[in-house]
């Protein structure tokens, strides 16, 4: 895929300015490309969710409700969230750095719960903006799968919302944001099947396209098992039914493959079964993209042999020999902050399996995002706006598809709702698009003129001051003085300073605040702030946190004033003084404050009288050893002398996956290949191979040999030849 123009505006909305980004575009256009390379380059403090656990295992993130610990019923606007569903202090510490949240497939996201999330971010930063002033990056297309909304939710919800759609929420209305279509279409290259599909996208096919489309009608069809058909399905039930009815029709033993989950993974997040029964011949799709490049997601293949525990061969066509399936794992994350306060993903759980399932069929909902050349289609149950839209999308080409049901006008089902959404958004994107150089600068100036703003400083100390003279002037009498004496110093030469210097950065253009002229001025500006900053509260602070005082009440609210007006002073000095030395741009400027929030301040201890319960210590989790891989273990063995045959029944493994593990460290100090395989067995293998050719598969070759010559024997010579 390349960058093409919507990519770059999409990437300089996200990382240059603080507008928050809709990205959208029809199937197969790189939504999910743009993505990962968000998450792999931006320099932002960022969190990815989805709204469903195999989404979000997908997306490398959590889900919405486990990261914003939300209860599953609707969100009535202005309810508060329970105390029950309160958070730990390394997630709200994360919450407050935050730069940005991705969203994906946010089609699939409730108005309701995309305002329950604004309420927690809001809440969590204490900051009143939409979603607590974080930048959202929503990825979707609401021309494919919409919310979920059963009945009893609909009678709650529509009394507050238009619409379930993530648009119609209240919080995402006063967000300003930018629409962006990514509008090169990747998986089709046929511009008439392009044409059919962008109609029905827009819920307006033609005759003409129902009547091509209709052409590839085959109700009786009966795809023989080289040719790799799917059939995609509306509901869970049909496709499970007929992915048992036909592994039950196959001849041969049923071999059981038992997921290895560690720790905490939900079962709803599983890729696949955790008890996956295949047999030899059985149609399976591969759930999972292969580094090597010998399989990705959505390819289909059939079973070709099951030889031992977790080694299964699987034929694709147009694959030349059989490809070895070997398990791969799927990480349950959620996000920490590690030693460089970095937010990053902390594995909580495993799930290690084939990368396979059956797949005779599928239902349209779990074939989002995945690729076929051969599908037939079942969409005559059709349910929900832009099921038909993603069956077609998912295949490559007009000629790959047959129809088990007519498609029909009434079975495209488009909601009014999203068309004129999404037509609204169309002129308002043009727009935003037009104005993004004027955006880029305004989110530089912006982010230089928060660091001069003293505002929240100001306000903390008005608060505290006003409770030392209506409450404790007369306890307090130097205390109070001296903290009226620090509100008028901080308004004289904090304040009014910071207004004329915020002035002058107002002016400037972004080229003359990014010269070396400059940034020397806006490192002597945070020196000058941090030092009256420091003269100004240092000693207050210090002699407030002495303080006792009897009234329980009274004691908790100079408390809570005086952390507060702690933590602002503390952020700010320590943001100054880090900018008066590097200078000021965006990524140290993001970095710092992140570094600041998250510093440990000074804690003013709690008065005598107010008693509350000690917090138990955390306990210490257990570090986890890390295992040497299986492949490791078994040369170790191998190198101390041991045979295949000791190792396999030491181990408890098939010989045939003993080969395999000594075999993958060829090469490496220890490995002797004679041990392995005689000089003669060798070059009499070598010279059949040679004979018939080095793609020819094991099976052949192994039926030419002998029963002298092993699979493991055969395998290993050809790996050798294939690197020379």
């Not at 927690?120 to 607590?132: A, E, H, I, K």
């Not at 059981?256 to 079964?273: H, L, Q, R």
């Not at 958004?425 to 989110?443: F, G, H, M, V, W």
Request: glycine share 6%; proline share 4%.
């Amino acid at each position: 895929m390349t960058f093409n123009q919507e990519f770059n505006q999409a990437w300089d909305f996200v990382e240059h300015t603080g507008i928050s980004i809709f990205l959208t575009g029809k199937a197969g256009t790189g939504k999910t490309t743009f993505l990962k390379y968000v998450r792999d380059h931006s320099t932002k403090r960022m969190i990815v969710v989805a709204p469903s656990g195999v989404a979000a295992i997908n997306a490398g993130g959590a889900t919405i409700h486990s990261f914003f610990q939300l209860p599953l019923s609707p969100y009535i606007p202005g309810a508060q969230i329970q105390q029950r569903f309160d958070f730990s202090r390394e997630k709200r510490r994360i919450i407050s750095t935050l730069d940005m949240l991705v969203i994906d497939e946010i089609s699939m996201v409730r108005a309701d719960l995309l305002d329950e999330i604004d309420n927690v971010l809001r809440r969590l930063r204490r900051n009143r903006r939409p979603f607590g002033g974080v930048q959202l990056l929503l990825i979707g297309d609401l021309n494919q799968l919409c919310p979920v909304v059963t009945p009893e939710d609909e009678a709650v919800i529509s009394q507050y919302y238009k619409s379930p759609f993530f648009f119609d929420s209240d919080a995402l209305k006063r967000t300003p944001y930018v629409t962006i279509q990514l509008k090169q279409v990747y998986r089709q290259n046929d511009q008439r099947f392009l044409t059919i599909l962008n109609h029905i996208r827009d819920g307006k096919p033609t005759d003409a396209d129902l009547q091509l489309l209709n052409m590839r009608l085959n109700p009786n069809f009966r795809p023989n098992n080289k040719e790799g058909y799917i059939r995609l399905v509306t509901h869970n039930r049909m496709a499970d039914n007929l992915n048992r009815s036909e592994l039950q029709r196959l001849q041969g033993r049923l071999y059981t493959f038992n997921a290895d989950i560690e720790g905490d993974f939900p079962e709803m997040s599983y890729p696949t079964d955790a008890k996956l029964e295949l047999k030899v011949g059985a149609q399976v799709m591969f759930i999972r993209n292969d580094p090597a490049g010998l399989y990705y997601n959505g390819k289909i293949g059939i079973v070709h042999s099951i030889t031992g525990d977790n080694e299964v061969e699987v034929e694709c066509q147009g694959t030349s020999g059989f490809i070895n399936v070997e398990p791969q794992t799927w990480e349950n994350a959620k996000y920490k902050l590690n030693e460089k306060n970095e937010i990053v993903a902390d594995v909580q759980g495993t799930f290690t399996q084939i990368p396979l399932r059956l797949a005779w069929a599928i239902t349209i909902h779990k074939s989002q995002g995945l690729t076929f050349d051969r599908a037939i289609i079942d969409a005559g149950y059709a349910f929900t706006s832009g099921q038909v839209y993603v069956a077609l999308s998912r295949c490559r080409t007009l000629e790959g598809i047959v129809l088990a049901t007519p498609i029909t006008r009434s079975a495209i089902q488009n909601d009014l709702r999203v068309e004129s959404y999404i037509s609204n958004q169309e002129t308002a994107a043009q727009r935003s698009i037009d104005d993004l150089p004027r955006l880029k600068q305004n989110y530089y100036k912006e982010q230089l003129l928060s660091l001069f703003d003293f505002q929240p400083i100001q306000q903390a100390e008005d608060q505290l001051m006003r409770l030392f003279i209506g409450s404790l002037s007369k306890q307090y009498g130097t205390l109070t003085f001296l903290h009226k004496k620090a509100a008028d110093t901080m308004q004289a030469q904090v304040m009014e300073v910071a207004v004329k210097w915020q002035t002058v950065i107002g002016r400037k253009s972004v080229d003359e605040l990014k010269s070396d002229h400059f940034q020397q001025r806006v490192k002597d500006s945070a020196k000058y702030f941090a030092t009256n900053l420091h003269s100004i509260f240092d000693d207050v602070l210090r002699h407030t946190s002495e303080t006792n005082v009897s009234n329980n009440a009274l004691a908790k609210q100079l408390n809570n004033d005086y952390d507060n007006l702690k933590t602002n002073y503390t952020i700010a000095y320590r943001l100054l003084k880090n900018i008066s030395q590097k200078g000021f741009s965006l990524q140290i400027y993001q970095q710092e404050r992140a570094d600041a929030i998250l510093g440990k301040p000074e804690q003013k201890p709690q008065p005598k009288e107010v008693k509350k319960p000690e917090e138990k210590p955390a306990a210490k989790k257990k570090s986890k050893e890390k295992k040497t891989p299986s492949s490791m273990q078994s040369f170790m063995l191998f190198k101390q002398g041991q045979s295949v045959e000791e190792i396999a029944k030491a181990r408890g493994l098939s010989i045939s996956t003993v080969w395999e593990h000594i075999s993958s460290h060829y090469g490496e100090e220890g490995f002797d290949m004679d041990r392995l395989v005689s000089k003669n067995k060798a070059a009499v293998i070598r010279k059949k191979l040679q004979e018939m050719g080095p793609d020819t598969a094991l099976k052949p070759v192994k039926e030419a040999l002998g029963d002298d010559y092993s699979y493991g024997e055969i395998r290993l010579v050809k790996m050798i030849m294939a690197m020379s």
